[in-house]
């Protein structure tokens, strides 16, 4: 999708919202449904990357300290700006927490743009503390961080809003020591990491000194729920499922929704690169970088455990070290960057550039896109896509072809063709689909849910969101004995007002690009 005629005008994707993509270009700020872009607001002076904090039904949009709310239709600003703050906000529920970069931490309320107080650690003891709030992480109902209330010394922290719902989880070193290190001259301290399913709360810990953390803790928001998983820190954590995967001092370990640890890979001294993950319907695709021992890198797939972790995916040489960390997994299938000329100096390919890959169901590693690279470019740096967010069942990036400059792509997946609100998948929205999804019993309960469970905002959970994003888009039907042949002939008929639109479209591969007129947007479609 080109949002622009200025060749060098890249566009940005910031985040999504209610099954819309958000993206920034230059001054301007778009939502993007399907094959329809839209201008929400110009700016005299647009940030290149404004932060996006996805709550309930919108999202809190931040530009230059000025706070705004969209829902994908409209960009609405609050009235009020925000302080420069140490510490990254959070989104939880309609509210987005934030703290005045000190021992303040305040919520605004999306819906009213009201800033409230939550607690003030300079008047909750009669002490002093020495340790600003940090890491506000959304956890279950509330929002976990660090904080010092001069007595405890920082310690981990609940909140659900409100000063009596505000409290301490555990004091790990009871007295004045940190039981909770996060001083960013720390080795290894990756912060506070939700499990997938939203069950637990990892983090590493110095319950034994008052120095950096020795121990990694996991906590369900109570004291009595707190537990330590690992004698040592972990360097950083990766969240799939009900599995918790940490590197740590060279050793891949991976704890079970039972609070179980298992090393499930572990490479000779000298390894450096943490490992990245990527999760499938069937496992978990794994990638580990060791230069001393393999001598390159290597994928495999991992079910959790030690027996269940085989290095077997046929990769080309060279893999780049930074694979799956811009990944995004569409329909079972792992898409990433890759550039073959990297990899094979003595026997360069020049024509192919840095392309779009992907490892498909069955472990085979494919290109997908072709040559979209103008031949005589080469530059990874330039041609490589980057930024992959999947909304609504579809995998958007961009990517520089040299020939139209950076632009917005989209592969259209299968849930793309999906119902919002059909968890029965039969292509009707009706109360059969509601019972189902309730009875599945997700709903605000934190844990992974599938398009079958009612997440059909592609957030991974079922909540309101969900529920809006179904009964906005208008497909539900109050009768059950609905007739299918009638909804499928309707689809038939939008599927032929498609097809009659292909003669105005360029093939360029596998992808093709609808003119101007045939979407409602400033520039041009990109498509598989």
Sequence with gaps: MDLGNDFDSDPTIVGKVNNKLLVVQEKS?????????KLLSTFDVFDLSPSVYEADGFAFVENYDVLYVTDGETLTPLNFTMSFATTTPVSAGEYLYHTDGAYKLFRINGQTGV????????TLTAAKPSSWINLLTRFRDGVAFAADDGLAGQELWMTDGTLDGTGMVIDLTPGFRNGTRFDEFC??????VPSEDGEFLYFSAAPTTNGCADSTYRTDGTAEGTEKVYDWYVEQFIPVEDVMYMWSLSKTLAVDAKGALET???FLPGQFIAPSFAAVNDGVYLYEVDTTFFGTDVVGKTDGTRAGTSFTIDMPKGMVHDLFRDHAVLDGEVYFAFSLEEFDPANPSPDTGCELWKIDKDGNVVVVSGDLTHPDETNDSLTCPQTFTTVNGNLYFTKNNFFNGRELWVIEGQSSERV???????????????????QRGKYESGETASWEDGDWDGDGLFGTSDLVVAFKAGSYQATVEARLDDFASAIDAIFEASRSQESKA?????????????????GTF???
């Design 420 to 438: 919002p609100g059909d968890s029965t998948l039969d292509g009707i929205f009706n109360s059969s689909d509601l019972v189902q999804v309730f």
């Design 29 to 37: 700020f778009y939502s993007i449904e399907g094959a329809n872009a």
């Design 264 to 266: 499930i890979y572990d």
């Design 115 to 122: 800033n409230e107080l939550v607690v003030d650690f300079t």
């Design 187 to 192: 080795t290894g301290n990756p912060g506070l």
């Design 526 to 528: 990109w498509f598989l």
């Design 506 to 522: 360029q093939q360029i591969g596998d992808f093709h690009r609808l003119d101007k007129n045939d979407c409602d947007n400033k």
